[in-house]
């Protein structure tokens, strides 16, 4: 089993930055791929960036086009940890943002894909 705790999440205004850590453990996840969802009220969760794990091209990332240019994702395998450094926020960031792992390497922006999932963080931005 693998368990993920998000943390970083916070208030923050418009054009401000936040940087979101998802810890891991249970299992290594070196060779999992990582994503990053998010879920505003009263929407559906969608998709906002995904990394690969070792022995899959790795470090290779994917990103919704909402978040292009503004969101990096990355990756400390010694520390187990997964991050999302979020720019140039805007008030339409705002949502509950989970991280979850996905057992195979390969990144997905598919949530259906994802084996493991935190219980997430708040993120808002006010304008």
Do not use: H
Not at 14 to 31: D, E, I, M
Not at 69 to 96: C, H, W
Not at 110 to 115: E, G, M, P
Request: some cysteine.
């Amino acid at each position: 089993q693998v368990q993920l705790a998000e943390s970083g999440g916070g208030l923050v205004q418009a054009g401000g930055s936040l940087r979101l850590s998802c810890a891991a453990s249970g299992r290594t996840v070196s060779y999992y791929a990582m994503g990053w969802f998010r879920q505003a009220p009263g929407k559906e969760r969608e998709s906002v960036a995904s990394i690969s794990g070792s022995g899959w091209s790795t470090g290779r990332t994917a990103y919704a086009d909402s978040v292009k240019g503004r969101f990096t994702i990355s990756r400390d395998n010694a520390k187990n940890t997964v991050y999302l450094q979020m720019n140039s926020l805007k008030p339409e960031d705002t949502a509950i943002y989970y991280c979850a792992a996905k057992f195979a390497a390969g990144p997905t922006m598919r949530a259906l894909d994802y084996n493991y999932w935190g219980q997430g963080t708040q993120v808002t931005v006010s304008s």
